[in-house]
């Protein structure tokens, strides 16, 4: 007869881990089933070609200092977390900017986006669900446009909030735009990468016997009369008292229907399908050493377009020419490890641009791109690239959640819905999209793993009771 866990995890991400460290420390049996050959989900550390592990994923926890949760992770398991100290930044269009435009831009920006967050908390009534954050941001009396004639300037700068948003603002809710009460403020990188921090966590965990198994997807989850059952491509079925479902939402929005047996509530099928998950990708670039201009102090570059779409870009190099983009450079003091590596935040328009070509041919573009606007007449070849595609990955597809979009009837509480338990208590949910104000992060994921852990152990506690 199959063994009969405590608590089945599916999924190796910052959210299970957590979940099946907490129950196995507090003495309960977990099984953590991951569909990856590796751990982390969207932790991942690259080192191919790297000077050092570079996160294509997650690389910052966000509002260290603020109380994020994942500090005290890394200082348990002994990680150092390094804070970034402010380094300059350089916005270039054809040419680098005079920094008082780029100062003008910056400021402006703050100002329009601090108005929009004010009219989407004050306006009575609220402004509408379709309205995007986008007609506001750039209406004619918008504060981005002061003192700046070129107003195609002022938007292509302000489309680096696509960055962060993971969606175009022509999406972005402008009645749910700052709703979020999350960490904020300081960032730091865990040295080594964030794979080698759940690596660590993962082997707390076995310690107090939790199994993990990789490459095994769960296909299947079926409520049983005495808890539920798992099947996996495998063919193995396992059995437990409890799930724990941190499969990401971009996934679910494929399999949910299909998945659980019973089938979910009609609502948060909806819900599912409803609730965005956004575009981010990654480009890293590494050289033998750093040839762009400034690169021992500059330590993020705006990169705006330089050339006006007109229709399908023909190759990729137009698409770095047509759209903006920041360019991080680890050349520059922001973290103790300076090296010689570029790395491009491709927000959703180029990334989908991007997608029709060759990670090869993003690479060579990008590199004859960044050759092309800083103007120098030679660049070493790469020693190392590499092209995320989180969008189309079969186990992640997309980024992370995204703030609420347009749309009637989405809002915040769609992420709360997400993470409510069912059938009774024994089928849980976790990860990023189940955490109204951390959605997107490492401190949603964190979190909610030990949210829904805490919830198990209670419903454990209960079932031993009865
Ligand atoms: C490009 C990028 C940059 C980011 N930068 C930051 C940052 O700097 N700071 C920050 O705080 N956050 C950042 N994030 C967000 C952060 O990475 C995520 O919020 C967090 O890692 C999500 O953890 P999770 O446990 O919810 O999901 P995941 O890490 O995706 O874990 C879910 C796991 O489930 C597995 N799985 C899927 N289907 C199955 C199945 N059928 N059976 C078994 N297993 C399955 C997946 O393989 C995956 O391992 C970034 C994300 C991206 C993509």
Not at 300 to 324: D, M, Y
Request: charged share 25%; aromatic share 8%; net charge neutral.
């Amino acid at each position: 007869m199959a063994r009969m866990y405590d608590t089945i995890v599916i999924g190796a991400g910052w959210s299970g881990v957590v979940a099946a460290r907490d129950l196995s420390k507090a003495g309960h049996s977990v099984l953590v089933l991951e569909a990856r050959d590796r751990l982390g989900g969207r932790a991942r550390t690259y080192t191919d070609g790297m000077h050092v592990p570079v996160d294509l994923g997650c690389s910052f926890i966000h509002g260290y200092k603020e109380g994020n949760p994942a500090r005290d992770i890394a200082k348990e398991f002994g990680v150092t977390a390094n804070v970034c100290q402010p380094t300059e930044g350089q916005v270039w269009k054809s040419n680098s900017m005079p920094e008082p435009l780029a100062t003008k831009l910056r400021e402006n920006l703050g100002a329009a986006r601090a108005s929009a967050q004010s009219l989407a908390q004050s306006a009575n009534p609220p402004p509408a669900s379709e309205t995007p954050l986008s007609d506001v941001l750039f209406s004619a009396q918008s504060p981005l446009f002061a003192d700046i004639p070129d107003k195609d300037l002022a938007v292509s700068f302000a489309r680096i909030l696509e960055v962060p948003l993971g969606v175009i603002l022509e999406k972005t809710s402008l009645r749910w735009d700052g709703w979020e009460n999350n960490y904020a403020g300081s960032d730091a990188a865990p040295e080594g990468g964030f794979q080698n921090l759940i690596g660590k966590i993962v082997d707390a965990a076995k310690k107090d016997g939790t199994e993990v198994k990789l490459g095994e997807a769960v296909k299947r989850i079926e409520k049983s009369e005495n808890g539920v059952k798992v099947e996996t491509d495998k063919g193995s079925g396992y059995v437990a008292k409890t799930v724990i479902c941190t499969i990401p939402l971009g996934v679910l929005k494929t399999n949910a229907k299909t998945l659980f047996e019973p089938s979910l509530p009609a609502r948060r099928l909806e819900t599912i399908q409803g609730t965005h998950v956004g575009i981010l990708e990654k480009l890293v670039l590494a050289y033998p050493y750093a040839w762009w201009p400034d690169a021992s102090k500059v330590g993020a570059f705006t990169l705006l377009p330089s050339e006006r779409r007109q229709g399908e870009p023909q190759n990729a190099k137009s698409v770095f020419r047509q759209n903006t983009f920041i360019l991080a450079s680890f050349a520059a003091p922001t973290l103790p490890r300076q090296h010689p590596t570029v790395l491009f935040y491709i927000s959703e328009t180029p990334a989908l641009a991007l997608e029709k070509f060759s990670p090869e041919e993003v690479a060579k573009a990008g590199h004859e791109f960044l050759v092309e606007r800083f103007g120098v007449s030679s660049a070493p070849e790469r020693t190392g690239s590499v092209l995320t595609n989180w969008r189309t990955d079969p186990l992640a597809l997309g980024a992370t959640t995204t703030p609420s979009i347009i749309g009637e009837g989405r809002g915040p509480i769609d992420f709360a819905e997400l993470g409510k338990p069912l059938w009774g208590g024994s089928l849980c949910f976790a990860g990023e999209h189940t955490e109204p104000n951390h959605r997107g992060s490492v401190a949603g994921a964190v979190i909610s793993g030990t949210r829904e852990a805490e919830r198990v152990q209670k419903y454990l506690r209960k079932l031993s009771e009865a």
